[in-house]
Protein backbone atom coordinates (compact mmCIF):
# COMPACT_ATOMS: atom_id res chain seq x y z
CA UNK A 1 0.00 0.00 0.00
CA UNK A 2 1.30 3.49 -0.32
CA UNK A 3 -0.06 6.81 1.66
CA UNK A 4 -0.16 10.03 0.19
CA UNK A 5 -0.19 13.11 2.81
CA UNK A 6 -1.59 16.15 1.62
CA UNK A 7 -0.87 19.29 3.27
CA UNK A 8 -3.89 22.30 2.41
CA UNK A 9 -2.95 26.45 2.83
CA UNK A 10 -5.65 28.87 3.19
CA UNK A 11 -5.78 29.43 -0.92
CA UNK A 12 -9.44 28.90 -1.02
CA UNK A 13 -9.30 27.78 -5.51
CA UNK A 14 -8.03 24.44 -3.94
CA UNK A 15 -11.68 24.41 -2.67
CA UNK A 16 -12.77 24.64 -6.31
CA UNK A 17 -11.19 21.66 -7.87
CA UNK A 18 -12.49 19.40 -4.71
CA UNK A 19 -15.91 17.96 -5.95
CA UNK A 20 -14.23 16.75 -9.25
CA UNK A 21 -11.39 15.04 -7.22
CA UNK A 22 -13.93 13.68 -4.99
CA UNK A 23 -15.78 12.44 -7.79
CA UNK A 24 -12.51 10.75 -8.91
CA UNK A 25 -11.50 8.97 -5.26
CA UNK A 26 -15.26 7.62 -5.35
CA UNK A 27 -14.50 5.60 -8.68
CA UNK A 28 -10.58 4.98 -7.64
CA UNK A 29 -11.99 3.30 -4.83
CA UNK A 30 -14.50 1.51 -6.50
CA UNK A 31 -11.94 0.43 -8.74
CA UNK A 32 -10.30 -0.88 -6.10
CA UNK A 33 -7.13 1.73 -6.14
CA UNK A 34 -7.98 2.99 -2.95
CA UNK A 35 -9.05 1.82 0.61
CA UNK A 36 -9.76 4.97 2.31
CA UNK A 37 -8.84 9.05 1.77
CA UNK A 38 -9.94 12.21 4.08
CA UNK A 39 -8.87 15.33 5.39
CA UNK A 40 -7.73 15.79 8.30
CA UNK A 41 -10.46 16.94 11.41
CA UNK A 42 -8.71 20.51 11.19
CA UNK A 43 -8.89 20.35 7.10
CA UNK A 44 -4.97 21.32 7.19
CA UNK A 45 -4.67 18.23 5.15
CA UNK A 46 -5.61 14.86 3.77
CA UNK A 47 -4.38 11.25 4.35
CA UNK A 48 -5.16 8.78 0.95
CA UNK A 49 -4.61 4.86 1.43
CA UNK A 50 -3.94 3.48 -2.14
CA UNK A 51 -3.81 -0.31 -2.99
CA UNK A 52 -1.86 -0.16 -6.10
CA UNK A 53 2.28 0.12 -6.83
CA UNK A 54 4.26 3.44 -7.17
CA UNK A 55 3.77 3.33 -10.42
CA UNK A 56 -0.17 3.39 -10.17
CA UNK A 57 -0.37 5.85 -7.48
CA UNK A 58 2.11 8.13 -9.28
CA UNK A 59 -0.16 8.14 -12.68
CA UNK A 60 -3.05 9.24 -10.35
CA UNK A 61 -1.93 11.66 -9.08
CA UNK A 62 -0.81 13.29 -12.54
CA UNK A 63 -3.84 12.01 -13.62
CA UNK A 64 -5.72 14.53 -11.10
CA UNK A 65 -5.53 18.05 -10.93
CA UNK A 66 -6.54 18.30 -7.66
CA UNK A 67 -3.05 17.63 -6.80
CA UNK A 68 -1.44 20.44 -8.16
CA UNK A 69 -4.24 22.98 -7.38
CA UNK A 70 -3.59 26.20 -4.99
CA UNK A 71 -3.45 25.34 -1.74
CA UNK A 72 -2.55 21.82 -1.81
CA UNK A 73 0.83 20.31 -1.63
CA UNK A 74 1.67 16.56 -1.61
CA UNK A 75 3.96 16.63 1.48
CA UNK A 76 4.66 12.84 1.27
CA UNK A 77 4.49 9.45 -0.36
CA UNK A 78 5.56 6.61 1.50
CA UNK A 79 4.91 2.56 1.22
CA UNK A 80 2.91 1.27 4.17
CA UNK A 81 2.95 -2.52 5.41
CA UNK A 82 0.31 -3.12 7.72
CA UNK A 83 0.40 -5.17 10.24
CA UNK A 84 -3.34 -5.27 11.39
CA UNK A 85 -6.20 -4.66 8.61
CA UNK A 86 -6.44 -6.03 5.23
CA UNK A 87 -3.04 -6.96 3.71
CA UNK A 88 -4.35 -7.85 0.81
CA UNK A 89 -7.52 -5.30 -0.14
CA UNK A 90 -8.03 -6.40 -3.63
CA UNK A 91 -7.94 -9.54 -2.79
Same mark, same amino acid.
Given at each position: ?28 ? %? ?14 ? %? ?43 ? %?
Amino acid at each position: MICVELTFSDDPRRLEARPAHRERLQALY %AGGDILASGPWADDSG %ALLIFTGDRARVDQILAEDPYYSAPGVEVTSIREWSPVVGPAQPN %A
